[in-house]
């Protein structure tokens, strides 16, 4: 308890999945939370939730595809707690069909950059506007393993690697004056998210190659577990800790 004692930190993504675990996991550890999402109804039932527990929240709609949008947050958690110390990059969507390069389509392209790769920029962008200003910061940026290893869809390992490269870039900028960042990539996770994608609509030759490279015998990932590893990186603990990429998979992909 108290790892995160008086922080105050912005979890995109916040409404489900990882992102509402890791809100729930911070705020019970001390911090104030600002949690952004696209659906406004979930959103407010995480928050709830976190107030009923004691926590501090404040729960800000955000497409985060939309750089207003990602400024407006940053915005608001100022206006609400005074300043920002930690980002935590979560939101994202996944490719439901997970195509090899040969066969996906402009619109998937356009849906999985903007939201995956602009909008992790923007928020970035946003946060280490107050992060340098000040000497102090830390973001954590949710990846994937297919961004690491290039297992997933074209488009969607794309979105994936760039955010890898952000995070480099990043901690490069924030070394020498206290700002962090580092990148978890997390392998399958039983999330609505994943629970939507329905096995006849997979590209069987992405599917087939991948299945070459992975121990599918290997249990999923559950959202706590991703939840934890973001906690240490967001605290203290992990100081010394930056531009690191963290694959987190059970070892399904060594």
């Excluded at 979890?11 to 696209?38: D, M, P, W, Y």
């Amino acid at each position: 308890m108290g790892r995160l004692e008086n922080k105050v930190a912005i979890i995109t993504g916040g409404n489900s999945g990882i992102g509402a675990c890791a809100a729930k996991l911070f705020a019970k550890e001390g911090a104030k939370v600002v949690i952004s999402a696209r659906r406004t109804a979930q959103l407010e039932e995480i928050a709830d939730e976190i107030k009923k527990a004691g926590g501090e929240v404040l729960a800000v709609s955000c497409d985060i595809s939309d750089s207003e949008q990602c400024k407006t947050v940053v915005e608001k958690a100022i206006a609400q707690f005074g300043t920002v110390d930690i980002l935590v990059n979560n939101a994202g969507i996944v490719d439901n069909d997970i195509k090899a390069i040969e066969k996906i389509s402009d619109e998937t392209i356009d849906s999985l950059i903007n939201i995956n790769t602009k909008g992790t920029l923007y928020m970035a962008r946003e946060a280490s506007k107050i992060f340098m200003e000040k000497k102090s910061g830390c973001i954590v940026n949710v990846a994937s393993v297919a961004g690491y290893y290039g297992c997933g869809g074209a488009a969607y390992a794309t979105s994936k690697a760039a955010m890898i490269g952000l995070t480099k870039n990043i901690a490069m900028r924030g070394a020498s004056i206290g700002v962090r960042c580092n990148a978890l990539c997390p392998g399958t996770v039983v999330t609505p998210m994943t629970a939507n994608m329905k096995r006849e609509n997979l590209d069987p030759d992405m599917m087939g190659s991948m299945a070459k490279h992975a121990d599918l015998s290997l249990p999923p990932c559950m959202p706590e577990e991703v939840a934890n590893a973001i906690l240490f990186l967001a605290s203290d603990e992990s100081s010394a800790v930056t531009g690191q990429i963290i694959v987190i998979d059970h070892g399904a992909d060594l």
